[in-house]
Each structure stands twice: as structure tokens, then as C-alpha cells.
């Protein structure tokens, strides 16, 4: 784990200790401040659970979603799960083939592109659900990813997003679909509709509590803790999903404290001209609101 920096906590000294703004006012002229160093394009979205403040940077902006679509898919899994059609126990065929949102083509996954492999090797077994839910979340896996998108269809996604308010995420098709990416048909996202999908999580309103539940346990399993939880304490819990493509790089999940307060937190980026530049400018942004909201409960 990293810990707080010199710069950090200078800049925490100004946000509560300056009387010419509000507290709040402070934190977000921070952030701003501090992502203005790194080239590149950010979205922020927080919101404290326990108080109902929230802070809003760029959040009805669009950001391509990348993998942070793979959330709204496990929901939509939960919800389809919950009226009977299928169980979550239910063995799925593993397959390496599908079809382009543009003219139905078939098209394949390469898996030296992909960032879990070992179901590669299981084409033409059968996988539970649940797992596949569970690779696609933890590992990313693009290959559990169409499957299930393919099980639950991506018009289902948006549409459920559109009933908890999410105006914008739209989820059109799964991982690789070539054809559709050169067209511009890609998974669309902005850090506010996230901010709505986290909240409904940790308020148990996506499908029911014990679903919400249940997709809590799984993102808490994540692999990729580059933003998000790189700055923060062991003894804070991180239920979150990441998403990067060339340029870009987002995490989005619900903050849980020692004392049980918890707060929703969205992070997203795009043209970066340094990746790894942009990912410890997000991780630093985590850092500054956790800090912000540990010192306004004392």
C-alpha cells in the first residue's frame, strides 16, 4: 500500500484550515487542482452515504466505459436471476464465438488481448454462472464477459440502467466486436450514472438487498487496485471495478470505512497521454476524499 504524501497532506492543511471557502468548496478547487497536473481528460463523482454530501466533477460528461459496463451486466444477471428465468447456478457453454452487433458476423476473442486466459482452455465445457459473473467482475474476463452479455442481451443492461435513472450508460455489445468499435458503437458511461448504480448497490436497491448483497461480496474479490484503494489504509474495503483501454482508465465501487460509514466513489479518465501518469493522479484523488471524509467525522 501507498500512504499519503507530503503534497497530500499540505493540501488537506489548506482544506481545513483556509476560511475564505467552504469545506467542500476546498476539496473540490483541490482535485481540480490536482488533476489539472496530469494531461488528460477526468471525471469525478463522490458521494458521502452517512451525510449525503456530494461532489460532482465532469460527471454528465461521456467516457468510453471500457470494462466498467461489466458492473451494469452483473446486475442485469441478478435481476434476470431474481423472476425465475435462469439460476445463477445454471451451467453456461463456454464458446469462442459471436456475432457483431453490425450485420451478425461471427467474430472470436484473442486471449493474449485478454486479462484472464485459463477459460480459453475450457471452450466446449460447461461453467456455472456465477463463476463467469465472478471472472468477468474480478479478473475482467472478456471471454465470461460476452457470454454472459449474450445470456442476458446488452438492450436488457441499458434498459434496467434507464430504470434506476441512468440516463446515459448505454451498454450495446460485448468485448472485441471490431466491426462496431470502427462504426463508433461502443459502451458509453459518465461518472454520475455510475454514482446512481454504486449508491442503489450499497442502499440494496438493485435488485433486492440480498442480490446487492452478493455483488458487493464479488467486487470486494478485485484484482485491479491501482486507483481506487492504491492509497487508502489496509483496514478499508474497497467493492469497486476497473476499466481501462488505450488512453484511458476509470474505477468505480463503494468505500467501506472500519467504523461502518461508507462512501461511493467514481473516477474516470480519457486521453492520457500517460496512462500510469493519470492512474497515480486518480489514486492520488481517492486518497485526498478519503482523507476529506475521515476528517470531517472528527
Do not use: W
Not at 155 to 173: C, P, S, Y
Not at 183 to 208: Q, R, Y
Not at 239 to 254: M, P, R, V
Request: charged share 20%; proline share 2%.
Amino acid at each position: 500500500m501507498v500512504y499519503y504524501s507530503y503534497s497530500i497532506a499540505f493540501l488537506l492543511l489548506m482544506l481545513f484550515f483556509t476560511s475564505c471557502r467552504s469545506g467542500e468548496d476546498q476539496l473540490k478547487g483541490i482535485i481540480e487542482k490536482e488533476l489539472s497536473q496530469t494531461a488528460g481528460t477526468f471525471a469525478v463523482a463522490f458521494k458521502d452515504l452517512n451525510t449525503g454530501y456530494q461532489l460532482l466533477i465532469r460527471a454528465d460528461e461521456v467516457f468510453h466505459a471500457a470494462s466498467t459496463m461489466k458492473t451494469p451486466v452483473m446486475i442485469e444477471v441478478f435481476k434476470q436471476a431474481s423472476t425465475g428465468r435462469f439460476s445463477l447456478t445454471d451451467s453456461i457453454l463456454i464458446k469462442n464465438e459471436f456475432r457483431s452487433i453490425v450485420d451478425q458476423s461471427t467474430f472470436s476473442l484473442d486471449s493474449a488481448d485478454d486479462s484472464e486466459q485459463t477459460l480459453y482452455s475450457l471452450v466446449g465445457q460447461k461453467k456455472p454462472l456465477n463463476s463467469l459473473v465472478y471472472d468477468m467482475i474480478i479478473a475482467s474476463s472478456n471471454l465470461a464477459t460476452n457470454l454472459v452479455i449474450e445470456l442476458v442481451d446488452a438492450k436488457n443492461v441499458t434498459e434496467t440502467m434507464r430504470q434506476f435513472g441512468a440516463k446515459d450508460i448505454e451498454v450495446l455489445r460485448g468485448v472485441e466486436d471490431m466491426k462496431a468499435f470502427r462504426k463508433g458503437l461502443n459502451n458509453t458511461i459518465t461518472a454520475a450514472d455510475l454514482l446512481i448504480v454504486f449508491e442503489k448497490m450499497a442502499n440494496g436497491e438493485t435488485v433486492n438487498r440480498e442480490a446487492s448483497d452478493a455483488m458487493i461480496d464479488i467486487l470486494l474479490d478485485q484484482r485491479f487496485n491501482t486507483i481506487i484503494p492504491a492509497e487508502l489504509p489496509s483496514d478499508v474495503k474497497v467493492a469497486h471495478k476497473t476499466g481501462t483501454i488505450s488512453g484511458a482508465h476509470h474505477d468505480s465501487g463503494i468505500v467501506f470505512l472500519p467504523d461502518g460509514r461508507k462512501y461511493v466513489l467514481v473516477l474516470l479518465s480519457k486521453d492520457l497521454e500517460d496512462t500510469e501518469a493519470g492512474t497515480q493522479a486518480l489514486a492520488r484523488v481517492s486518497g485526498i476524499i478519503y482523507n476529506y471524509v475521515v476528517k470531517t467525522a472528527n
